[in-house]
Protein backbone atom coordinates (compact mmCIF):
# COMPACT_ATOMS: atom_id res chain seq x y z
CA UNK A 1 0.00 0.00 0.00
CA UNK A 2 1.40 3.59 -1.03
CA UNK A 3 3.10 5.18 1.93
CA UNK A 4 1.22 8.49 0.86
CA UNK A 5 -2.06 9.21 3.17
CA UNK A 6 -4.37 11.69 2.55
CA UNK A 7 -6.40 12.93 6.00
CA UNK A 8 -9.83 14.88 5.29
CA UNK A 9 -11.91 16.69 7.48
CA UNK A 10 -16.07 15.19 6.51
CA UNK A 11 -18.17 18.24 8.09
CA UNK A 12 -21.51 19.22 9.13
CA UNK A 13 -23.27 21.55 6.59
CA UNK A 14 -23.70 24.20 9.10
CA UNK A 15 -20.34 26.52 9.40
CA UNK A 16 -21.00 27.05 13.02
CA UNK A 17 -20.63 23.30 14.30
CA UNK A 18 -17.65 22.64 12.19
CA UNK A 19 -15.80 25.98 13.41
CA UNK A 20 -16.84 24.76 17.16
CA UNK A 21 -14.95 21.20 16.27
CA UNK A 22 -11.85 23.11 14.41
CA UNK A 23 -9.52 23.02 17.56
CA UNK A 24 -10.98 19.04 18.35
CA UNK A 25 -10.41 18.11 14.47
CA UNK A 26 -6.81 19.99 14.37
CA UNK A 27 -5.59 18.56 17.68
CA UNK A 28 -6.55 14.71 16.32
CA UNK A 29 -5.67 15.45 13.26
CA UNK A 30 -1.95 16.36 14.55
CA UNK A 31 -2.62 12.98 16.68
CA UNK A 32 -3.62 10.79 13.63
CA UNK A 33 -0.37 12.22 11.31
CA UNK A 34 1.80 11.43 14.22
CA UNK A 35 0.41 8.12 14.53
CA UNK A 36 0.23 7.18 10.69
CA UNK A 37 4.37 8.72 10.65
CA UNK A 38 5.54 6.24 13.82
CA UNK A 39 4.01 3.59 11.43
CA UNK A 40 6.59 4.99 8.46
CA UNK A 41 3.93 6.75 6.59
CA UNK A 42 3.99 10.16 5.31
CA UNK A 43 0.63 12.08 5.27
CA UNK A 44 -0.37 14.67 4.35
CA UNK A 45 -4.27 16.82 4.64
CA UNK A 46 -7.07 17.65 2.17
CA UNK A 47 -7.54 21.11 3.05
CA UNK A 48 -10.63 22.46 5.15
CA UNK A 49 -13.62 20.80 5.89
CA UNK A 50 -15.66 19.08 3.09
CA UNK A 51 -19.17 20.52 4.59
CA UNK A 52 -20.93 20.35 0.78
CA UNK A 53 -21.03 17.17 -1.67
CA UNK A 54 -19.51 19.03 -4.29
CA UNK A 55 -16.20 19.44 -1.76
CA UNK A 56 -16.51 15.89 -1.79
CA UNK A 57 -16.38 15.48 -5.29
CA UNK A 58 -14.17 18.25 -5.86
CA UNK A 59 -11.54 17.29 -3.07
CA UNK A 60 -11.33 13.46 -3.26
CA UNK A 61 -12.35 12.27 -6.44
CA UNK A 62 -8.63 12.91 -7.68
CA UNK A 63 -7.27 11.18 -4.56
CA UNK A 64 -5.57 8.10 -5.62
CA UNK A 65 -3.79 7.33 -2.58
CA UNK A 66 -5.21 5.73 0.41
CA UNK A 67 -7.60 8.31 2.33
CA UNK A 68 -8.47 8.37 6.17
CA UNK A 69 -12.01 10.67 7.37
CA UNK A 70 -11.11 12.50 10.73
CA UNK A 71 -14.64 12.39 12.64
CA UNK A 72 -14.49 14.26 15.06
CA UNK A 73 -17.81 16.12 15.22
CA UNK A 74 -21.56 15.23 13.73
CA UNK A 75 -20.70 15.30 9.86
CA UNK A 76 -23.06 14.04 6.67
CA UNK A 77 -22.81 10.99 5.03
CA UNK A 78 -22.44 12.66 1.27
CA UNK A 79 -19.60 14.82 1.96
CA UNK A 80 -17.25 11.71 2.41
CA UNK A 81 -19.72 9.32 -0.07
CA UNK A 82 -19.94 11.46 -3.17
CA UNK A 83 -15.88 11.41 -3.31
CA UNK A 84 -15.21 8.23 -2.95
CA UNK A 85 -18.13 5.62 -4.26
CA UNK A 86 -16.66 4.15 -7.58
CA UNK A 87 -13.03 4.12 -6.46
CA UNK A 88 -11.20 1.03 -5.05
CA UNK A 89 -8.33 3.07 -2.82
CA UNK A 90 -8.46 1.91 0.69
CA UNK A 91 -10.71 4.08 2.88
CA UNK A 92 -10.36 4.40 6.93
CA UNK A 93 -13.17 6.27 8.92
CA UNK A 94 -10.88 7.28 12.34
CA UNK A 95 -13.24 8.83 15.26
CA UNK A 96 -12.54 9.81 19.01
CA UNK A 97 -14.98 8.44 21.78
CA UNK A 98 -16.61 11.66 23.25
CA UNK A 99 -20.14 12.31 24.31
CA UNK A 100 -19.76 16.28 23.75
CA UNK A 101 -17.60 15.79 20.58
CA UNK A 102 -19.58 12.77 19.10
CA UNK A 103 -17.13 12.08 15.73
CA UNK A 104 -18.07 8.39 16.84
CA UNK A 105 -21.75 9.07 16.06
CA UNK A 106 -20.70 11.09 12.80
CA UNK A 107 -18.56 7.43 12.06
CA UNK A 108 -21.60 5.11 12.65
CA UNK A 109 -23.85 7.25 9.72
CA UNK A 110 -21.20 7.70 7.38
CA UNK A 111 -20.27 3.96 7.75
CA UNK A 112 -23.83 3.08 7.17
CA UNK A 113 -24.40 5.38 4.18
CA UNK A 114 -20.99 3.66 2.56
CA UNK A 115 -21.94 0.42 2.84
CA UNK A 116 -25.52 1.22 1.39
CA UNK A 117 -23.53 2.19 -1.42
CA UNK A 118 -21.22 -0.80 -1.36
CA UNK A 119 -18.08 0.98 -0.93
CA UNK A 120 -15.74 -0.81 1.30
CA UNK A 121 -14.19 1.08 4.18
CA UNK A 122 -13.08 0.53 7.72
CA UNK A 123 -13.04 1.99 10.89
CA UNK A 124 -10.66 2.21 13.88
CA UNK A 125 -11.60 4.46 16.95
CA UNK A 126 -9.88 5.82 20.36
CA UNK A 127 -10.82 7.34 23.39
CA UNK A 128 -6.81 7.85 24.30
CA UNK A 129 -5.75 11.65 24.16
CA UNK A 130 -2.70 10.95 22.58
CA UNK A 131 -3.35 8.17 19.86
CA UNK A 132 -0.13 6.34 19.75
CA UNK A 133 -0.45 5.41 23.45
CA UNK A 134 -3.46 3.29 22.40
CA UNK A 135 -2.11 -0.30 21.36
CA UNK A 136 -5.09 -1.21 19.77
CA UNK A 137 -5.44 1.71 17.76
CA UNK A 138 -2.19 1.39 16.62
CA UNK A 139 -2.61 -2.11 16.13
CA UNK A 140 -5.77 -1.54 13.84
CA UNK A 141 -4.27 1.56 11.75
CA UNK A 142 -0.63 -0.90 11.48
CA UNK A 143 -2.95 -3.45 10.02
CA UNK A 144 -4.76 -0.98 7.68
CA UNK A 145 -1.70 0.73 6.68
CA UNK A 146 -0.57 -2.38 5.34
CA UNK A 147 -3.52 -4.39 3.80
CA UNK A 148 -5.85 -1.63 3.18
CA UNK A 149 -8.19 -3.02 5.58
CA UNK A 150 -9.07 -4.07 9.28
CA UNK A 151 -10.55 -7.30 10.88
CA UNK A 152 -12.43 -6.96 13.59
CA UNK A 153 -13.65 -10.06 15.95
CA UNK A 154 -16.92 -11.54 15.23
CA UNK A 155 -17.56 -13.77 18.43
CA UNK A 156 -20.54 -11.42 18.82
CA UNK A 157 -22.50 -12.07 15.88
CA UNK A 158 -24.67 -14.72 15.03
CA UNK A 159 -27.31 -15.32 12.27
CA UNK A 160 -29.43 -17.72 13.84
CA UNK A 161 -31.25 -18.12 17.13
CA UNK A 162 -33.40 -20.63 19.04
CA UNK A 163 -37.15 -19.39 18.87
CA UNK A 164 -39.70 -21.06 20.58
CA UNK A 165 -43.07 -22.20 19.24
CA UNK A 166 -44.61 -19.73 21.61
CA UNK A 167 -42.73 -17.06 19.87
CA UNK A 168 -43.32 -17.98 16.42
CA UNK A 169 -46.51 -18.62 16.11
CA UNK A 170 -47.01 -14.97 17.41
CA UNK A 171 -44.69 -13.62 15.21
CA UNK A 172 -46.71 -15.07 12.02
CA UNK A 173 -50.14 -13.71 13.82
CA UNK A 174 -48.63 -10.65 13.26
CA UNK A 175 -47.28 -10.93 9.95
CA UNK A 176 -50.24 -12.09 8.61
CA UNK A 177 -51.80 -8.56 10.07
CA UNK A 178 -49.42 -7.23 7.58
CA UNK A 179 -50.17 -8.57 4.65
CA UNK A 180 -53.02 -8.23 5.15
CA UNK A 181 -52.90 -4.29 5.28
CA UNK A 182 -49.56 -3.56 3.77
CA UNK A 183 -48.28 -0.45 6.32
CA UNK A 184 -48.12 2.36 5.64
CA UNK A 185 -45.22 5.09 6.97
CA UNK A 186 -46.01 8.58 6.06
CA UNK A 187 -43.56 10.50 4.93
CA UNK A 188 -42.74 14.32 6.10
CA UNK A 189 -39.35 14.42 3.57
CA UNK A 190 -36.75 12.23 3.74
CA UNK A 191 -33.00 12.29 4.23
CA UNK A 192 -32.04 15.04 6.82
CA UNK A 193 -28.79 15.91 7.39
CA UNK A 194 -27.11 13.46 4.37
CA UNK A 195 -28.67 10.17 6.80
CA UNK A 196 -28.67 8.75 3.31
CA UNK A 197 -28.26 5.35 4.78
CA UNK A 198 -32.03 5.62 6.37
CA UNK A 199 -33.73 6.49 3.84
CA UNK A 200 -35.01 2.64 1.64
CA UNK A 201 -38.05 4.01 -0.61
CA UNK A 202 -40.53 2.19 -1.63
CA UNK A 203 -38.36 -0.28 -4.15
CA UNK A 204 -37.16 -1.79 -0.82
CA UNK A 205 -40.04 -0.79 1.76
CA UNK A 206 -42.55 -3.40 -0.36
CA UNK A 207 -40.12 -6.30 -0.14
CA UNK A 208 -40.43 -6.02 3.66
CA UNK A 209 -44.63 -5.34 4.02
CA UNK A 210 -43.76 -1.49 4.00
CA UNK A 211 -44.79 1.39 2.03
CA UNK A 212 -44.61 5.27 1.91
CA UNK A 213 -46.50 7.89 1.25
CA UNK A 214 -44.35 11.54 0.89
CA UNK A 215 -45.50 14.57 1.93
CA UNK A 216 -43.96 18.01 1.82
CA UNK A 217 -42.86 19.44 4.68
CA UNK A 218 -44.54 22.72 3.24
CA UNK A 219 -47.81 21.62 4.28
CA UNK A 220 -46.89 21.70 7.50
CA UNK A 221 -46.94 25.55 7.54
CA UNK A 222 -50.14 25.62 4.93
CA UNK A 223 -52.43 23.17 7.10
CA UNK A 224 -51.46 24.66 10.22
CA UNK A 225 -52.62 28.24 9.55
CA UNK A 226 -56.28 26.47 9.37
CA UNK A 227 -55.54 24.91 12.93
CA UNK A 228 -58.35 26.00 15.35
CA UNK A 229 -57.15 27.94 17.88
CA UNK A 230 -59.27 25.70 20.60
CA UNK A 231 -57.56 22.66 19.19
CA UNK A 232 -54.33 23.93 20.37
CA UNK A 233 -54.82 25.71 23.88
CA UNK A 234 -56.92 22.04 24.45
CA UNK A 235 -53.70 20.08 23.75
CA UNK A 236 -51.69 22.75 25.99
CA UNK A 237 -54.27 22.36 28.74
CA UNK A 238 -54.20 18.32 28.24
CA UNK A 239 -50.40 17.93 28.32
CA UNK A 240 -50.22 20.41 31.52
CA UNK A 241 -53.01 18.04 33.29
CA UNK A 242 -51.17 14.66 32.75
CA UNK A 243 -47.91 16.18 34.02
CA UNK A 244 -45.51 17.42 31.09
CA UNK A 245 -43.30 20.17 32.97
CA UNK A 246 -42.05 23.06 30.87
CA UNK A 247 -39.20 24.93 31.49
CA UNK A 248 -39.78 28.26 30.59
CA UNK A 249 -37.74 31.24 30.36
CA UNK A 250 -34.32 29.86 31.79
CA UNK A 251 -30.87 31.42 31.04
CA UNK A 252 -29.82 30.98 27.48
CA UNK A 253 -33.06 30.18 26.94
CA UNK A 254 -35.25 33.73 27.57
CA UNK A 255 -37.22 33.01 24.46
CA UNK A 256 -39.18 29.92 25.35
CA UNK A 257 -42.50 30.44 26.63
CA UNK A 258 -45.92 28.78 26.30
CA UNK A 259 -46.43 30.03 22.77
CA UNK A 260 -43.64 28.45 21.62
CA UNK A 261 -44.87 24.80 23.27
CA UNK A 262 -48.51 26.18 21.47
CA UNK A 263 -46.85 26.43 18.10
CA UNK A 264 -45.21 22.91 18.49
CA UNK A 265 -48.49 21.52 19.03
CA UNK A 266 -49.91 23.20 16.53
CA UNK A 267 -47.66 21.54 14.30
CA UNK A 268 -48.35 18.01 15.95
CA UNK A 269 -52.24 18.07 15.43
CA UNK A 270 -51.49 19.33 11.63
CA UNK A 271 -48.95 15.83 11.56
CA UNK A 272 -52.11 14.09 13.28
CA UNK A 273 -54.59 15.35 11.02
CA UNK A 274 -52.07 14.43 7.71
CA UNK A 275 -51.88 10.74 9.53
CA UNK A 276 -55.46 10.36 9.61
CA UNK A 277 -56.31 11.88 5.90
CA UNK A 278 -54.18 9.04 4.47
CA UNK A 279 -54.99 6.44 7.07
CA UNK A 280 -51.15 5.64 7.49
CA UNK A 281 -49.52 3.10 10.66
CA UNK A 282 -46.42 5.34 11.27
CA UNK A 283 -44.67 8.38 10.67
CA UNK A 284 -41.23 9.39 9.63
CA UNK A 285 -40.48 13.31 10.47
CA UNK A 286 -37.31 14.91 8.56
CA UNK A 287 -37.70 18.61 10.14
CA UNK A 288 -34.07 19.66 9.99
CA UNK A 289 -32.68 21.14 8.32
CA UNK A 290 -35.31 22.75 6.30
CA UNK A 291 -37.96 23.58 8.51
CA UNK A 292 -35.24 24.73 10.98
CA UNK A 293 -35.59 28.57 10.11
CA UNK A 294 -39.48 28.17 9.56
CA UNK A 295 -40.92 26.20 12.26
CA UNK A 296 -40.04 25.47 16.07
CA UNK A 297 -38.70 21.94 16.26
CA UNK A 298 -40.32 18.64 15.73
CA UNK A 299 -39.19 16.89 19.07
CA UNK A 300 -42.61 17.81 21.14
CA UNK A 301 -44.81 16.59 18.22
CA UNK A 302 -42.73 13.04 17.60
CA UNK A 303 -42.46 12.65 21.82
CA UNK A 304 -45.95 12.77 21.82
CA UNK A 305 -46.83 10.77 19.00
CA UNK A 306 -44.25 8.30 20.16
CA UNK A 307 -46.99 8.59 23.28
CA UNK A 308 -50.44 6.78 24.28
CA UNK A 309 -51.26 9.77 26.61
CA UNK A 310 -51.11 13.07 24.29
CA UNK A 311 -53.72 15.22 22.72
CA UNK A 312 -56.44 13.91 20.87
CA UNK A 313 -55.54 10.19 21.35
CA UNK A 314 -56.98 7.27 19.72
CA UNK A 315 -54.90 4.85 22.70
CA UNK A 316 -52.77 3.65 20.73
CA UNK A 317 -48.75 5.34 19.79
CA UNK A 318 -47.78 6.56 16.46
CA UNK A 319 -44.20 5.03 15.53
CA UNK A 320 -42.51 8.16 14.68
CA UNK A 321 -38.99 8.53 13.42
CA UNK A 322 -36.93 11.63 13.59
CA UNK A 323 -34.66 12.48 10.76
CA UNK A 324 -37.16 10.76 8.59
CA UNK A 325 -35.19 7.49 9.37
CA UNK A 326 -36.96 4.57 7.62
CA UNK A 327 -34.26 2.10 9.21
CA UNK A 328 -35.48 3.28 12.13
CA UNK A 329 -39.37 3.54 12.06
CA UNK A 330 -39.61 -0.40 10.03
CA UNK A 331 -38.36 -2.22 13.31
CA UNK A 332 -40.52 0.40 15.67
CA UNK A 333 -43.71 -0.09 13.99
CA UNK A 334 -42.91 -4.25 14.03
CA UNK A 335 -41.90 -4.02 17.54
CA UNK A 336 -45.07 -1.85 19.01
CA UNK A 337 -47.34 -4.47 16.86
CA UNK A 338 -45.23 -7.66 18.84
CA UNK A 339 -45.23 -6.05 22.08
CA UNK A 340 -49.31 -5.29 21.88
CA UNK A 341 -49.52 -9.02 20.45
CA UNK A 342 -47.78 -10.29 23.59
CA UNK A 343 -49.71 -8.33 25.95
CA UNK A 344 -46.32 -5.10 26.79
CA UNK A 345 -46.84 -1.69 26.41
CA UNK A 346 -46.68 -0.75 22.62
CA UNK A 347 -44.22 2.41 23.45
CA UNK A 348 -40.96 1.89 21.18
CA UNK A 349 -38.52 4.77 21.68
CA UNK A 350 -35.85 6.22 19.77
CA UNK A 351 -32.21 6.98 19.97
CA UNK A 352 -28.94 7.85 18.81
CA UNK A 353 -25.86 5.62 19.54
CA UNK A 354 -24.29 8.67 21.59
CA UNK A 355 -21.48 7.51 23.68
CA UNK A 356 -20.64 4.95 26.48
CA UNK A 357 -18.44 4.01 29.55
CA UNK A 358 -17.49 1.35 32.08
CA UNK A 359 -19.92 1.48 34.51
CA UNK A 360 -19.88 -0.92 37.71
CA UNK A 361 -18.76 -4.03 36.09
CA UNK A 362 -20.68 -3.15 32.27
CA UNK A 363 -20.30 -1.26 29.48
CA UNK A 364 -23.05 1.24 29.08
CA UNK A 365 -24.05 3.73 25.97
CA UNK A 366 -25.65 6.34 26.70
CA UNK A 367 -28.88 6.48 24.24
CA UNK A 368 -29.82 9.54 23.87
CA UNK A 369 -31.78 11.67 20.57
CA UNK A 370 -33.43 15.17 20.66
CA UNK A 371 -36.91 13.52 19.21
CA UNK A 372 -38.91 10.13 18.92
CA UNK A 373 -38.65 9.48 22.78
CA UNK A 374 -42.06 8.48 24.52
CA UNK A 375 -43.08 9.70 27.59
CA UNK A 376 -43.55 6.07 28.78
CA UNK A 377 -39.54 5.39 29.16
CA UNK A 378 -39.78 8.55 32.08
CA UNK A 379 -42.79 6.66 34.29
CA UNK A 380 -44.26 3.37 33.01
CA UNK A 381 -47.22 4.72 33.05
CA UNK A 382 -49.28 4.95 29.80
CA UNK A 383 -52.13 6.78 31.03
CA UNK A 384 -49.56 9.79 32.16
CA UNK A 385 -47.10 12.32 30.93
CA UNK A 386 -45.37 12.46 34.54
CA UNK A 387 -41.44 12.33 34.66
CA UNK A 388 -41.75 14.21 31.11
CA UNK A 389 -39.85 17.57 30.62
CA UNK A 390 -39.69 20.02 27.96
CA UNK A 391 -36.49 21.93 27.36
CA UNK A 392 -35.51 24.51 25.24
CA UNK A 393 -33.86 22.86 22.41
CA UNK A 394 -30.23 24.90 22.26
CA UNK A 395 -30.56 27.84 20.14
CA UNK A 396 -27.25 27.29 18.45
CA UNK A 397 -28.78 25.38 16.44
CA UNK A 398 -32.38 25.45 16.51
CA UNK A 399 -33.22 29.35 16.14
CA UNK A 400 -36.53 29.15 16.23
CA UNK A 401 -37.84 28.46 19.98
CA UNK A 402 -39.58 25.12 21.03
CA UNK A 403 -38.87 22.71 23.57
CA UNK A 404 -38.13 18.59 23.50
CA UNK A 405 -39.91 15.80 25.42
CA UNK A 406 -37.23 14.62 27.70
CA UNK A 407 -36.86 12.77 31.09
CA UNK A 408 -34.76 9.97 32.60
CA UNK A 409 -35.30 5.85 31.22
CA UNK A 410 -36.31 3.80 33.61
CA UNK A 411 -34.57 0.41 34.35
CA UNK A 412 -36.01 -2.47 32.82
CA UNK A 413 -35.50 -5.34 30.56
CA UNK A 414 -35.23 -4.22 26.50
CA UNK A 415 -34.77 -4.89 23.13
CA UNK A 416 -33.53 -3.58 20.07
CA UNK A 417 -33.20 -3.15 16.69
CA UNK A 418 -32.20 -1.75 13.42
CA UNK A 419 -32.67 -2.46 9.81
CA UNK A 420 -30.19 -1.42 6.85
CA UNK A 421 -29.16 -1.72 3.30
CA UNK A 422 -26.25 -4.37 3.00
CA UNK A 423 -25.65 -5.27 -0.59
CA UNK A 424 -28.97 -4.18 -1.97
CA UNK A 425 -30.82 -6.02 0.92
CA UNK A 426 -32.34 -4.58 3.89
CA UNK A 427 -31.05 -6.31 6.85
CA UNK A 428 -32.01 -6.21 10.54
CA UNK A 429 -29.42 -6.27 14.03
CA UNK A 430 -31.33 -7.68 16.67
CA UNK A 431 -30.05 -7.63 20.12
CA UNK A 432 -31.46 -7.68 23.99
CA UNK A 433 -30.12 -5.89 26.84
CA UNK A 434 -31.04 -3.89 29.50
CA UNK A 435 -31.55 -0.06 31.10
CA UNK A 436 -29.79 0.76 34.03
CA UNK A 437 -30.20 2.96 36.83
CA UNK A 438 -27.12 4.95 37.66
CA UNK A 439 -26.18 6.86 40.74
CA UNK A 440 -27.25 10.60 40.36
CA UNK A 441 -23.51 11.83 39.89
CA UNK A 442 -23.01 9.56 37.62
CA UNK A 443 -26.12 10.45 35.55
CA UNK A 444 -25.60 13.71 35.68
CA UNK A 445 -21.85 13.57 34.84
CA UNK A 446 -23.42 11.89 31.61
CA UNK A 447 -26.03 14.00 30.79
CA UNK A 448 -24.26 17.56 31.22
CA UNK A 449 -21.41 15.29 29.14
CA UNK A 450 -23.55 14.89 26.23
CA UNK A 451 -27.01 17.13 25.89
CA UNK A 452 -28.53 17.75 28.99
CA UNK A 453 -31.79 18.93 27.21
CA UNK A 454 -32.58 15.38 25.45
CA UNK A 455 -34.12 12.20 26.67
CA UNK A 456 -31.33 10.15 28.62
CA UNK A 457 -31.20 5.94 28.26
CA UNK A 458 -28.18 4.41 29.99
CA UNK A 459 -27.86 0.77 28.42
CA UNK A 460 -26.61 -2.28 28.16
CA UNK A 461 -27.00 -3.31 24.72
CA UNK A 462 -25.65 -7.30 25.62
CA UNK A 463 -22.64 -6.28 23.40
CA UNK A 464 -19.16 -5.08 24.00
CA UNK A 465 -18.32 -1.34 22.79
CA UNK A 466 -15.85 -2.75 19.93
CA UNK A 467 -18.13 -4.96 18.67
CA UNK A 468 -20.50 -2.20 18.37
CA UNK A 469 -18.42 -0.07 16.86
CA UNK A 470 -16.60 -2.31 14.28
CA UNK A 471 -20.00 -3.51 13.05
CA UNK A 472 -23.15 -1.38 13.71
CA UNK A 473 -24.60 -0.05 10.51
CA UNK A 474 -26.27 3.27 11.90
CA UNK A 475 -25.93 5.70 14.97
CA UNK A 476 -29.80 4.86 15.19
CA UNK A 477 -31.65 2.47 17.38
CA UNK A 478 -35.12 1.32 17.87
CA UNK A 479 -35.33 0.45 21.59
CA UNK A 480 -38.48 -1.42 23.38
CA UNK A 481 -39.26 -2.58 27.02
CA UNK A 482 -39.54 -6.23 27.38
CA UNK A 483 -38.27 -9.33 25.73
CA UNK A 484 -39.26 -9.69 22.34
CA UNK A 485 -36.30 -10.90 21.21
CA UNK A 486 -37.51 -14.17 19.77
CA UNK A 487 -40.61 -12.66 18.36
CA UNK A 488 -38.58 -10.40 16.46
CA UNK A 489 -36.59 -12.31 15.04
CA UNK A 490 -39.07 -14.46 13.75
CA UNK A 491 -41.08 -11.60 12.62
CA UNK A 492 -38.01 -10.49 10.70
CA UNK A 493 -37.37 -13.53 8.90
CA UNK A 494 -40.92 -14.26 7.79
CA UNK A 495 -41.04 -9.98 6.52
CA UNK A 496 -38.02 -11.43 4.63
CA UNK A 497 -35.19 -9.56 6.12
CA UNK A 498 -31.56 -10.95 6.68
CA UNK A 499 -31.34 -10.91 10.59
CA UNK A 500 -27.96 -10.42 12.31
CA UNK A 501 -27.68 -10.76 16.23
CA UNK A 502 -25.31 -8.75 17.82
CA UNK A 503 -24.91 -10.52 21.44
CA UNK A 504 -22.26 -11.44 23.45
CA UNK A 505 -21.94 -15.38 23.77
CA UNK A 506 -23.76 -17.31 26.56
Known amino acids: MSKKIAVFWPGDARDIPNQLALPNVQEATVQLERALKKLGRTPYQVPGFLSKPHHAIEKLSAIDDPMIGMCVHWLYGPHTCDGVVGKDNPLLLASNFS ?64 ISTAASALALDVASEIRARRILILMLGDTSMGMINGYFGPRLLNRHGFTEHKVDQAWIIDRGRRIAGKRIDDALRFVKDKGLTFHYGQAGAEDFDENASKEQLRDYLVTLDLLTEFKADCLGFQYQLGLIPLRPPSDLAEGLLNSTCRPESNGDTVATATEADQGNVMPMEMMKRLLKKKGLHQAVMFHDVRWGAEHAGLFLWVLLNSGSCGAYAFNHDPDSLRGAHSYRQPSLYFPTPGGTLTGESLPGKMTWARAYIKAGELWMDIGRGEVVKLPEPVRDQWWEGTTRQWPFMAADMGISRDTLMAHYLSNHVAVAYGDIFEEMVALSRELGFKVRILGKAS
Open 99 to 162: GRWPGLVGLLNTGACLESLNRPFSRAWTDAADFSSDETFMAQLDEWCTTGSIRYGTEELRYHAP
